[in-house]
């Protein structure tokens, strides 16, 4: 059977373009490629259009709405997840107009259908306190312990995402002075982030111990589970998990629930407080756009506080007399 033009084209999308010319991660790829097997399932629940005989003909901006429409709707998705969605099918649009010109106007309509805006919520994250609470809790005494330890004390030393983490090998990290660890982020992007000796030395200590220092290591994944592959996603939650919960009684600034991520926003916030500029920060942290990096500065209450209290206010002081003083309030106001 001949493949229609939407198969051809999603097939050199997905396993060339952004590979090959975009080089996106596979983890990107794998993101893509469930957006349209939604879609495809979408059109033909809705549309009775079976992916074998869908073309892009039967594809335009009405179609693309309803598909989102149907996500928020019957897979009950977010307005992030939406937008993350429509990003995916924008991407693929935009490929495709160069492939076929003349279906330029029908693929830029779909290429216009907006993003919903979105509240962005605050950066949730631990106190320097907590996050020291947090990282004292494996158990040095037990090889499972020192090699949690050297793993959350270097996912917060450096604030690398969780992937960022899982994919770091051997070979990434010179634990020599200077020490640094090579991270390679979204769209591939390798950046290098100082390690404060004491996570230098928990990691030299893992290494060791592991015996990764050994010819033929470097390739190696750092962390890795117990048949001694790259450690997942799911696992790196589960360590956190074990040793995040919030103390009974104590700080109830301490989130309810710590994941991965929160570990990276409390480096950044721990950064700003310590005076450091956004550029900076930015370059520890991998963002592309430094938008990113300033959601911290609007985060923080107290440096929002510190910053008023530094400032002269030309408020009049409250006067001495209150209607408080007086027995009533129409007693007050007759003052006036």
């Given at each position: 059977?001949t493949?229609?033009d ?15 010319q975009?080089?996106v ?12 097997t ?7 629940q809705?549309?009775g ?16 709405l309803?598909?989102l ?42 290429m216009?259908?907006?993003?919903k805006?979105?509240?962005?919520s605050a950066a949730?994250y631990l106190s320097?306190?907590?996050?020291r ?16 330890q050297?793993?959350l004390?270097?996912?917060y ?5 969780v ?8 070979e ?23 390690l404060l000796?004491?996570t230098?030395?928990?990691v ?5 111990e592991?015996?990764?220092?050994e010819?033929?290591q470097?390739s ?15 696992g ?14 104590q ?22 407080q ?10 520890i942290?991998?963002?592309s756009?430094?938008k ?15 910053a008023?209290?530094?400032t002269p206010s030309?408020?009049?002081?409250a006067?001495?007399?209150?209607w ?13």
């Amino acid at each position: 059977m001949t493949p229609t033009d939407f198969a051809a084209l999603l097939s050199e999308f997905l396993a060339e373009y952004l590979p090959g010319q975009r080089n996106v991660s596979a983890l990107t790829v794998k993101s893509y490629r469930d957006v349209f097997t939604l879609l495809l399932q979408y059109c033909e629940q809705v549309h009775g259009l079976p992916p074998e005989k869908l073309s892009l003909s039967r594809i335009d901006a009405g179609v693309i709405l309803g598909f989102l429409d149907y996500l928020e709707k019957e897979r009950r998705s977010c307005v992030s997840t939406r937008n993350q969605r429509l990003a995916a099918i924008h991407s693929f649009f935009q490929f495709t107009q160069t492939r076929l010109p003349e279906r330029m106007l029908q693929f830029q309509r779909i290429m216009a259908v907006p993003f919903k805006r979105t509240v962005r919520s605050a950066a949730v994250y631990l106190s320097s306190d907590a996050v020291r609470t947090v990282l004292s809790r494996p158990d040095p005494a037990t090889a499972r312990g020192r090699r949690n330890q050297a793993l959350l004390s270097l996912m917060y030393d450096t604030g690398a995402r969780v992937q960022e983490l899982i994919d770091l090998r051997v070979e990434d990290l010179r634990l020599a002075h200077p020490a640094h660890v090579r991270i390679t982020g979204k769209g591939r992007k390798a950046r290098l982030v100082p390690l404060l000796p004491a996570t230098a030395a928990l990691v030299k200590e893992y290494i060791e111990e592991a015996t990764l220092n050994e010819p033929g290591q470097t390739s190696h994944p750092l962390f890795f589970n117990s048949r001694r592959g790259k450690l997942s996603r799911s696992g790196v939650r589960h360590i956190v998990k074990k040793y995040s919960a919030r103390p009974d009684g104590q700080d109830m600034s301490w989130p309810q629930t710590v994941t991965p991520h929160t570990f990276r926003h409390s480096k950044a916030m721990h950064l700003l407080q310590a005076g450091n500029p956004l550029p900076v920060i930015q370059a520890i942290l991998g963002h592309s756009d430094i938008k990113s990096t300033g959601i911290y500065a609007h985060a923080d209450l107290e440096m929002k506080r510190a910053a008023l209290e530094r400032t002269p206010s030309p408020t009049p002081a409250a006067p001495a007399h209150s209607w408080l003083a007086n027995k009533g309030l129409l007693n007050w106001l007759k003052s006036l």
